[in-house]
């Protein structure tokens, strides 16, 4: 379009009334010349214009300039990339090609303003710069390749494809309306066709239906077409794929008019026949999965048929138990169809398949029948056994020999007559065992079995209605309590009676004890729940309290409750006892002392007065005193066995310096021997007593010295132990002691020449033992040296 602009005259009033500065010409308008305004030449601007740039498209001249040194300036969109202006001609310039689909309109400003000062000569004048359009754009799909997926049973002219076109050029021109036609359809059938919408939409229609088993894709391209001649006509194409989705065109079809098959009477059967089907539609689809139904003879429910989801063939079962007097044919019929509803372009729908089935029920022996599967009976608890509790009613057509054995007695307090099917009671039945149920049901379960081919076996359940008697005595629930003796008085106290009502609850509550009367109370007596509160302070103590508990029927029980009374923290519950302690002063400590340092004397007065005696060795005189006065028996007639020395004290001097040793010494063991010993690392101690051994010894060298001394512990102390055992070990041993036994000697002829001493008479003496008194010098000094002895060491003989 082309754009002319010339000189605009304006009087002031004018420009007052339309309040602008702004001028915007008009096409080719011819603006009346005046004093002091614009002279404008005609600007001509075409998008992608074809040209030298820098290209002059316009002239300004203005006519204030007359006589004064002025020049021109330009600004607004596109300056300087896009217009300038010689500041001193007032020539406008195109630098560079535009595109009006970028930008359709430039914005800009003209001023003359005075060299020198910078002033402006005249108002500004401002005016739009609009691109003239040319078809340089084609019309374009917004999605160049469509695919859709289309069912093969759609129904209706459009199809589920919508295409969107746009135009860049101008629009309501030429060069922006376009036309969209179908260039191509491959396959041709049926005929595909484009409707296009306002706004630039189109859709497909479909004359006819399609058929998956002729064609599963289809291809048609379309083409866009624009109006414009300048330059040229512009278009485009798009290519629009459909796919067929299989639908259900084919019917299914049994593949056998005739299915046979045979089940046994009174069965359920999962899988008694298999049939099978065709069906030309696409495997593992809606419309290829086959739904059957039993069109026919099936009126009692007793047959159910399926669909084999892996195979689809189709299932025939048997849900529900039947009996039949004898073997018997039932004929089926049954149908099939597809899961998705069967489509068909022209015409009516075809009838579903049908096939026929023919069932053999063999009739087989048929179970014992019971009047009533469940039955029930009542019966007191604690009833004398023996009593009959129930008698069976059983019908069976095909025998009449049939046997009865219990099948469920938890409790064991029935058994069964195998031939009459009577239930006796065997023990006492107690209501409140835990093999009777909550609705008071003892439940028992007994079977009968007839003599068929294989034998037929029916089962009856017997509930026995336990009545309730009183023989359970009220009990508490809890035996045991807590009573918070800090901050409460009374604590709750519950009851319970395995009876039921009216042989239970509520309860009358006494205490068991009169003594405990002064101490507790019950409040209220009456009830399921009372509480015993205790009439003083009590200390934090454990406490037995007796109470007796009457049920509605008198029936009264003893209890015993263990109760707890405690100082409890603010949760209610007992603290610990803090153990008890002391702190000693000054005092206590002393007292303790002494009492230490008393015990202890008083210990070691006591092993001074009572402990082991002092042994002193029996030495012989050591060349200072030869006794040449002894006398005693003869020599025994048997060797004196070898002794070792039971003690030993080895010490050695050496230049001023003593050493201790330890020496082990070994030898025979001897019955008549006692032996102890102790040893430490330097030092060793062992005590052995023999017969009668002592010996001394000392050795002299220059320079040194040893002492040597071994001794017995035979003592007067242990005389008496010594002879007793002595006495035992002789007594009857004639082995180890044959020269004590009695000897015969041989006659000589002649008898002793002394009297015996049998004969002797001392009854002259009187049995005074005086002459005891005065034995001689001798015997008394040999006596006292004894007697001192034994009243030292207090030794009894």
Request: hydrophobic share 35%; glycine share 6%.
């Amino acid at each position: 379009m082309r754009i002319s602009l010339f000189l605009l005259v304006a009087a002031a009033a004018v420009a007052d009334c339309y309040g602008s500065k702004y001028s915007s010409p008009s096409k080719r308008d011819l603006l009346v010349r005046s004093k002091r305004r614009w002279v404008l030449s005609t600007i001509e601007l075409e998008e992608e214009k074809d040209g030298q740039y820098p290209m002059e498209i316009s002239v300004m001249y203005n006519d204030k300039t007359q006589g004064k040194d002025f020049r021109f300036r330009l600004s607004g969109e596109g300056v300087p990339d896009v217009f300038t202006i010689n500041e001193n001609t007032g020539a406008v310039f195109a630098h560079k090609k535009v595109d009006r689909e970028q930008k359709p309109l430039y914005h800009i400003n003209f001023d003359v303003l005075d060299r020198n000062t910078g002033e402006q000569l005249d108002k500004e004048l401002a005016f739009d710069v609009e691109i003239q359009d040319i078809n340089d754009n084609p019309p374009k799909f917004s999605f160049p390749e469509v695919t859709v997926n289309v069912k093969e049973n759609i129904q209706g002219s459009l199809l589920p494809v919508t295409l969107v076109v746009t135009d860049k050029d101008k629009e309501n021109t030429a060069n922006s309306e376009f036309n969209i036609t179908m260039v191509s359809q491959t396959p041709a059938e049926p005929k595909i066709a484009v409707q296009q919408l306002p706004g630039g939409l189109a859709k497909l229609t479909l004359k006819g239906c399609f058929d998956y088993d002729k064609a599963t894709k289809y291809t048609i391209v379309l083409q866009a077409k624009d109006r414009g001649t300048k330059p040229k006509t512009q278009s485009s194409t798009a290519v629009v794929t459909l796919n067929i989705v299989d639908a259900n065109t084919h019917q299914p079809r049994f593949k056998q008019r005739q299915y046979n098959g045979e089940a046994i009477e009174m069965e359920t059967i999962a899988n008694v026949l298999r049939v099978a089907v065709e069906d030309k539609d696409t495997p593992n689809t809606d419309a290829w999965r086959a739904k059957y139904s039993i069109i026919a003879g099936n009126e009692e429910g007793i047959y159910k048929i399926e669909t084999d989801p892996e195979t689809n063939e189709g299932v025939l079962s048997i849900v529900k138990k039947k009996n039949f007097e004898r073997t018997t044919s039932i004929n089926l019929q049954i149908g099939v169809k597809n899961i998705e509803d069967i489509f068909v372009c022209a015409g009516t729908n075809p009838p579903t398949d049908r096939a026929n089935v023919t069932l053999k029920m063999i009739d087989t022996n048929d179970p014992p029948e019971f009047e009533k599967a469940i039955d029930d009976m009542h019966l007191k608890e604690e009833a004398e056994p023996g009593k009959v509790l129930f008698k069976p009613k059983v019908h069976d057509v095909d025998s009449n020999i049939i046997r009865y054995v219990l099948l469920t007695d938890p409790a064991d307090w029935v058994a069964i007559d195998t031939k009459t099917g009577e239930i006796k009671s065997t023990k006492r039945m107690d209501r409140e065992s835990r093999f009777v149920d909550d609705e008071n049901v003892y439940t028992v379960v007994i079977a009968a079995i007839d003599d068929g081919q294989p034998p037929a076996t029916s089962t009856c359940t017997v509930r026995i209605h336990l009545t309730d008697i009183n023989d359970n005595t009220p009990k508490l629930v809890n035996n045991s309590a807590v009573m918070c003796g800090n901050k409460v008085n009374k604590v709750k106290v519950h009851a319970k009676d395995l009876d039921a009502i009216p042989y239970s609850g509520p309860f009358h509550f006494t205490l068991g004890d009169e003594t405990q009367k002064q101490q507790w109370k019950i409040e209220p007596d009456y009830g399921e729940e009372v509480s015993l509160v205790s009439q003083k302070t009590l200390p934090y103590l454990n406490y037995s309290i007796p109470l007796v508990i009457m049920d509605q029927q008198g029936i009264a029980g003893l209890d015993t409750l263990q109760l707890t009374v405690c100082q409890c923290d603010e949760n209610d519950v007992c603290r610990d006892r803090e153990p008890l302690s002391t702190r000693l002063g000054p005092a206590g400590i002393g007292l303790v002392i002494i009492g230490l340092l008393a015990f202890l004397l008083l210990l070691i007065a006591f092993f001074c007065k009572f402990g082991p005696d002092k042994i002193l060795p029996q030495d012989e005189g050591n060349q200072t005193l030869i006794q040449y006065n002894q006398e005693g028996g003869c020599s025994p007639c048997m060797t004196e066995p070898n002794f070792v020395p039971s003690q030993v004290d080895n010490m050695a001097v050496t230049n001023g310096q003593m050493d201790t040793m330890q020496i082990d010494t070994e030898g025979p063991y001897d019955i008549n021997g006692y032996n102890s010993s102790a040893s430490t690392m330097f030092h060793s101690l062992g005590m052995h007593q023999q017969e009668t051994y002592r010996s001394h010894g000392m050795r002299s060298m220059a320079g040194s010295s040893i002492y040597q001394r071994s001794f017995s512990l035979r003592s007067a102390d242990r005389i008496e132990d010594h002879i007793n055992r002595r006495c035992n070990e002789v007594d009857g041993n004639v082995v180890d002691h044959p020269t004590y036994q009695p000897h015969s000697y041989a006659f000589e002829g002649d008898g002793s020449i002394c009297q015996s001493l049998d004969k002797l008479s001392f009854h002259d003496m009187g049995e005074d033992f005086k002459y005891l008194d005065d034995l001689g010098p001798k015997f008394k000094t040999l006596g006292q040296m004894y007697d001192e002895a034994i009243k030292k060491k207090k030794v009894q003989l």
